[in-house]
């Protein structure tokens, strides 16, 4: 799917891209200042490497993680490529590679997945004017929509982290009402959230770092200074993540602390109760064998003798484990 954006009434508002039958070629407006295509089809990457004279990069040249294949100068145009979060509200978010060439005055991006901050940045753009005349301020417009939309997945997943820390040391909550099997996969996809925020991150401040050198030859100088400040956030961000990373880690140790102190408390439980029962299932037995002679059949009050010890053997253990304070 192509979409390109030209400026209509100062706004960067989207074209009608015009294409024919199915066979009949693309045409891209020659007003447009981004393009933005998803998945490309044949037809849309000859209509792009007409427009821009550049080769749109394939699904496998967005998955090369090798620095030189993610961010380099050809042609006269700038080729980076960043990992992007996206489906960060399902329960299979995804850091996909997505590519940002600079070819001249316009912007390209390439993409294979929908993440949320370029229908954002798309939705910002048509109302305001004067803000996106060129490709380059598209560009920091589009990356800044990436980090505020990394900035509140990351702050989402911080108070949703407080939650389950306050439930785990709450003193007031009960025990039983625990499900610590569910806390720890909440914990696991929190912590698999905040790991791919911190790839994606780790990857915006390489592209950074390239683009900041690529205006310098430019000798733009309309967003250095956005690019310092994206910069500066793409780093507090990572710490941000570092932070993050360690409290989940600390939690799951709790928790698993905790759930071996359970088991251990059970256990307790179970060893002082058969301790407990051993001398009366003992005695139980001696008196339960089929001899003929155990003098004790013969007493008048050998039964009661027999329950009143049976009883005091199990009661007295009790006692003790009780004044041991192992109860």
């Known amino acids: 799917m192509l979409r390109s954006y030209g400026l209509r009434e100062h706004c960067l508002r989207r074209n009608l891209t015009c294409s024919g039958e199915s066979d009949d070629p693309i045409v891209i407006p020659s007003d447009s200042v981004w393009v933005d295509v998803f998945d490309p089809t044949f037809q849309e990457r000859e209509a792009i490497r007409s427009f821009l004279g550049v080769d749109t990069p394939t699904r496998d040249d967005l998955d090369e993680i090798e620095i030189s294949s993610r961010l380099y100068l050809e042609d006269n145009a700038v080729f980076m490529t960043a990992l992007i979060l996206s489906g960060t509200d399902s329960a299979d978010p995804q850091c996909r590679a997505a590519s940002f060439i600079l070819a001249g005055d316009r912007l390209l991006t390439v993409r294979y997945s929908e993440p949320q901050p370029f229908n954002t940045f798309a939705n910002r753009a048509e109302r305001q004017a ?110 941000h993540t570092t932070y993050l990373s360690n409290k989940i880690t600390f939690l799951l140790d709790a928790i698993l602390g905790v759930v071996n102190i359970e088991q251990s408390r059970i256990i307790r439980i179970l060893s002082v109760a058969a301790t407990v029962f051993l001398p009366p299932t003992l005695l139980a037995s001696i008196w339960g064998m089929n001899f003929k002679l155990m003098p004790e059949l013969e007493w008048s009050h050998g039964y009661a003798l027999a329950l009143v010890s049976i009883v005091l053997s199990a009661v007295v253990p009790y006692l003790l484990f009780r004044w041991r304070k192992w109860l």
């Open 130 to 239: 004067h803000a996106w005349l060129k490709g380059e301020l598209v560009l920091a417009g589009l990356l800044e929509a990436v980090i505020d939309r990394t900035a509140d997945v990351l702050e989402k997943v911080g108070n949703e982290v407080d939650v389950v820390s306050k439930q785990v040391f709450s003193s007031n909550a009960n025990d039983a009402s625990k499900d610590y099997q569910q806390i720890l996969l909440r914990l696991g996809a929190k912590n698999d959230l905040t790991s791919k925020a911190r790839e994606s991150l780790i990857s915006l401040g390489r592209l950074l770092a390239f683009l900041s050198q690529a205006m310098d030859q430019r000798q733009s100088k309309d967003i250095k200074g956005r690019i310092k400040v994206m910069t500066r956030d793409v780093q507090s961000l990572s710490d």
